[in-house]
């Protein structure tokens, strides 16, 4: 069975770039944007309309609010947002199941449980994260100032926090759902990904 | 400045045996019961009177549950545990900034901060720390049925937080407050040592 390693991860933690240092080291497939991309292939929608009903995706789409209550409002969006959800699930497990692999984001942790994925959740203090927002020019805080850039931070969080809570019924951040938890404030995004690098080929020797 | 790794851990998690795999790898002091020794070594307590007064001394004698509310209760033991707090801290950091080293519990993370150790916090299930205890035949778990290890497992915990939260007025297990956690559940803890190692010594490379 092929070695997974899932990446949660906070906004502006460097979460992305620690995955991508991982699969590149260890030679592993890079799974992200590629997912949204495979479920376009597969389906008449364009990967902007599907971007809009995943965690990415602009809260105003998302009908999670209102979706543990009695729901009254609008049924289409949220019957669209359970079958994205279901497409996206499927992707990733056939894209997971086709060799080793680390996924960003998307709930894989809990969408690949039985596969027994490392769960890596990555993290940051809020100066750490507006620093590197800044720093990147990530299009989603691009050309705000610091302020801005906060609200953008804590926005994006929010949402990913109730796009997971509401499909895993599980406590996004929370320690038990995760297998190894990273701080990147102040530490070398490089190191942390030879750290991780050398665990899972640790495991390759035993 | 000698380098510090800092160990919190869930009692039955395998915090200590990481803690001293590391210590041996990296060829650094290790700090766990040495630090009663040479609290003693220092004063006219015994060390088993002066463990009675930190984290892993029996609840009785804790006043922590009343410290923060207006305390009409016995003096002399609050006074007597800030006291013996004061002083292992102080043993701490004379240890501490002696060579690089790990340091196992006693909210080392916060009393060192200045000093910035890569802070671990390690936790598991309790399915996994109930079979690590009954494997290990630990004194706090010995002879006791599951279940009991189970009431065991939540009492030590309940101290340590209690402990941790009352002198460093910080959440203990709240992810901000370390670098790394690690879930030992299902884990080899031996592969877990290599990678925090690796960490360490990549960033003497730099």
Not at 27 to 53: C, P, R, V
Not at 170 to 189: F, L, P
Request: hydrophobic share 35%; charged share 30%.
């Amino acid at each position: 069975m092929p070695k997974i390693i899932t990446i949660s991860r906070e906004f502006g933690s460097g979460g992305r770039e620690l995955g991508r240092r991982i699969a590149d080291e260890l030679g592993w497939a890079y799974y992200d944007q590629e997912i949204l991309h495979e479920m376009a292939k597969n389906t008449d929608y364009s990967k902007e309309y599907l971007a809009s009903f995943t965690e990415s995706g602009p809260v105003r789409l998302m009908p999670i609010t209102y979706a543990h209550s009695f729901y009254h409002g609008n049924q289409g969006a949220f019957d669209q947002s359970v079958e994205v959800f279901t497409l996206q699930s499927n992707t990733i497990k056939q894209m997971a199941l086709k060799s080793d692999c680390v996924i960003i984001g998307r709930c894989a942790d809990y969408i690949l449980r039985d596969y027994h994925p490392l769960r890596i959740f990555v993290y940051s203090n809020m100066a750490s994260k507006v620093e590197r927002c800044l720093a990147r020019n990530e299009e989603k805080t691009q050309g705000l100032d610091e302020k801005a850039v906060i609200k953008e931070i804590k926005k994006v969080d929010k949402r990913r926090r109730k796009y997971y809570e509401f499909y895993t019924y599980q406590k996004w951040g929370d320690r038990n759902n995760y297998d190894v938890m990273i701080n990147t404030s102040g530490q070398d995004i490089k190191a942390l990904a030879k750290m991780l690098v050398t665990k899972v080929m640790h495991e390759e020797d035993q």
